[in-house]
């Protein structure tokens, strides 16, 4: 079965951390660009990070520059998002997208508006005291 599938998300405090995973079945991520997006209820999907192929490119929204680390493990067919000094405002689904057509991170993230090769069901991750 073709699939992304993420995990990872929970409940975490102000401050805290939490990694999440997205791991690919029945197919290669080696060949695709891989993002991590996020929903808010109420909110507009928003591109949160991406990594490229092959070449290590990364890319960050502003919001999460400096706190979130976008890496690739492509022995374990497993992208992850390390995620540190989390905000109520990161708050939201987080869901993992895989494309293969799609050639830079700023296009996957930030400048695509249609659909991904691939997507994964989400987990939610809520920052809250």
């Known amino acids: 079965q073709v699939q992304l599938v993420e995990s990872g998300g929970g409940l975490v405090q102000p401050g805290g951390s939490l990694r999440l995973s997205c791991a690919a079945s029945?197919?290669?991520?080696?060949?695709?660009?891989i993002g991590w997006f996020r929903q808010a209820p109420g909110k507009e999907r928003e591109g949160v990070s991406c990594?490229?192929?092959?070449?290590?490119?990364?890319y960050y929204a502003d919001s999460v520059k400096g706190r979130f680390t976008i890496s690739r493990d492509n022995a374990k067919n497993t992208v992850y998002l390390q995620m540190n000094s989390l905000k109520p405002e990161d708050t939201a689904v987080y869901y993992c997208a895989a494309d293969g057509g799609i050639t830079t991170v700023r296009a996957m993230c930030a400048e695509w508006r249609g659909e991904y090769d691939y997507w994964g069901q989400g987990t939610q991750v809520t920052v809250s005291s």
């Open positions: 029945g197919f290669t991520l080696d060949y695709y660009v």
């Open positions: 990594i490229s192929r092959s070449d290590g490119s990364t």
